[in-house]
């Protein structure tokens, strides 16, 4: 199977991941506060929507580094850029926060251009990523 097919799922999960995270810290911040001094710092980074975040967080970074050993950065890195709509979306399904119209359309430019991104791998297997050299 092509290597690019590969990381798509890999690199999506771990962008939707992220995403759901930031929703989590959100929750957990607007639940236990956010004070700078140590107990309720570690009220907040014990309380439940913390850890989901945290959690959300250890495994996208696990699935990146699949992904790195499939692609070049220069091809997954870009996907990244779909957290913005994955965080809008997620923020306006789950927070019930508005994203006025000019946002709708920020985003649907930042789905086009990662769509146009996608269409650059090649069909072939990619150089070894594994190594450093040229």
């Not at 639940?31 to 309720?40: I, Q």
Request: glycine share 8%; charged share 5%; with cysteine.
């Amino acid at each position: 199977m092509n290597p690019y097919l590969k990381a798509l799922p890999l690199i999506l999960s771990g962008v939707l991941l992220n995403a759901f995270a930031q929703i989590a810290m959100k929750r957990a911040v607007g639940a236990a506060g956010m004070e700078w001094s140590l107990g309720p710092l570690v009220k907040l980074f014990l309380h439940p929507w913390m850890l989901a975040c945290m959690g959300c967080y250890a495994v996208s970074i696990v699935l990146w580094a699949a992904a790195m050993k499939l692609v070049p950065v220069n091809f997954a890195y870009p996907f990244l850029a779909l957290g913005f709509v994955a965080g809008a979306l997620m923020a306006w399904g789950f927070l019930g926060e508005a994203i006025p119209p000019l946002r709708w359309v920020a985003l649907a430019i930042i789905v086009i251009g990662i769509g146009l991104q996608a269409f650059t791998a090649p069909p072939s297997t990619p150089r070894s990523t594994t190594s450093l050299k040229p």
